[in-house]
């Protein structure tokens, strides 16, 4: 791999990295709610080179039956690579890796889904991944918390992925296909922006202490860019809805006019106002 390396040049002697942006800098982020319309709920996220569809259904009848939780909903996703999101084919259907993130994310919203207000029901998250280029789980996440939202689910406030990592001996924010194959250290994570819970927090690669308090201080501070993009989708999304309501409503009628009643005063007979 140390050839490699040599070959991709990751970061410049100005601080620029192979795709121009800063260290601290973000891909550019794209989030629009409500594409799909047989879903509950549904987004759909472009995140520099990821495009992730991701769907909900529910809450509604957990099954199997036996997986049914007495007092609260359970938090089911499924994340999954298309076989033609990257280059080299993808073998179809599940594998271990996909399975892994399937799992931390289903922990990951589990913690922000009020879950006890549906009991012996289910949340079925469902992300695609339609075309990969690094960071695809925290593209996913994004997607399914604004999903998970337009599907009307109550939940403590959305939920934001984001990942740095170091490249060159430098921490990045956000790293692209290069650099997360030729880096040295990738940090995805997934926090709750009013709070500033973590809830999903993986690491591959090494980092110093204080290399780690960097990574972490530049996601966070992308989460709380990310996080307006996502109300803002939703404000589309729900503003748009709100005009097509108004569009075929019929107009008001006109208010009536009250009939005039002739007055007759007791104290001067044939008197009329």
């Known amino acids: 791999m140390g050839d490699t390396e040599k070959k991709v040049k990751l970061i410049d002697s100005d601080g620029r990295r192979n795709d121009g942006r800063m260290p601290h800098e973000l891909r550019p982020v794209k989030i629009e709610a409500g594409v799909l319309h047989r879903a509950d709920g549904s987004a759909y996220v472009e995140w520099g080179g990821n495009k992730v569809l991701a769907a909900v259904y ?26 033609f999101s990257v280059s080299d084919r993808k073998r179809p259907g599940p594998d271990r890796r996909s399975n892994e993130i399937s799992k931390v994310i289903s922990e990951a919203f589990s913690s922000v889904i009020f879950l006890e207000q549906f009991p012996r029901t289910s949340v079925d998250v469902y992300m ?16 399914a918390s604004v999903a998970i939202a337009d599907a009307g689910v109550p ?17 990045c924010l956000d790293l692209n296909k290069d650099e997360d194959n030729f880096g040295e250290a990738d940090v995805p994570m997934a926090v709750v922006p009013r709070t500033g819970e973590i809830v999903l927090l993986q690491m591959d690669g ?3 202490p204080e290399e780690f308090d960097q990574a972490m201080a530049y996601s966070l501070k992308a989460a709380e860019q990310i996080n307006e993009l996502q109300k803002d989708a939703l404000r589309r999304r729900y503003s748009v809805s709100l005009d097509e309501f108004r569009a075929v409503q019929p107009p008001a009628p006109e208010p009536e006019e009250e009939p005039k009643y002739d007055v007759y005063h007791e104290d001067q007979p044939g008197v009329v106002e």
């Open 206 to 208: 090494h980092l110093k």
């Open 58 to 83: 529910g809450p509604r009848e957990a099954h199997p039956r036996h997986l049914q939780k007495p007092t609260r909903a359970l938090v089911q996703c499924r994340y999954n690579m298309a076989p």
């Open 128 to 143: 695609e991944v339609l075309q990969a280029e690094a960071g695809t789980r925290c593209a996913a996440i994004t997607a």
């Open 155 to 171: 939940m403590r406030d959305l939920v934001v992925g984001c990942a740095s990592g170091k490249v060159g001996g430098v921490v």
